[in-house]
């Protein structure tokens, strides 16, 4: 079992958008984690991720778990950022057929989903093409 700290450095990572870079060896980490994955030292400090990386791969989702269903069908694809990091996030503000691998994005802040019947809103992280 997670102990909440971690689980509120988990969110805050997803919501601010924030990595992890190694003092030591300089290695940069997302998401946020306690020892460095390179040199397992805990000498480590928040950076903001870089906001512009380009598409390595994408699909399209269109079933998905309860709470994310309200922005299904949707694209989601693997992002390299411009610091190195890659990660995995959805496409917005085009279509498909307009995607292509290598293509530039840029970080912007949506709402990510609805939790249930409290209507609570969660944002986060999603990518746009750089038109
Ligand atoms: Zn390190």
Avoid: H
Avoid at 11 to 33: H, M, N, S, W
């Amino acid at each position: 079992m997670m102990e909440p700290p971690k689980i509120w450095r988990e969110r805050r990572g997803k919501y601010l958008a924030l990595g992890i870079e190694c003092l030591d060896c300089k290695t940069k980490q997302f998401p946020v984690v306690d020892n460095c994955s390179t040199c397992n030292s805990n000498n480590l400090k928040e950076y903001k991720l870089a906001e512009n990386g380009k598409i390595l791969y994408f699909t399209t989702v269109t079933k998905t778990i309860d709470e994310m269903m309200v922005n299904a069908p949707y694209i989601i694809a693997l992002i390299e950022l411009s610091d190195g990091i890659k990660i995995t996030g959805q496409i917005v503000d085009c279509n498909y057929e307009e995607l292509e691998e290598g293509m530039d994005v840029r970080m912007i802040f949506r709402i990510l989903a609805k939790d249930g019947s409290e209507g609570l809103i969660r944002y986060g992280y999603k990518f746009s093409p750089c038109r």
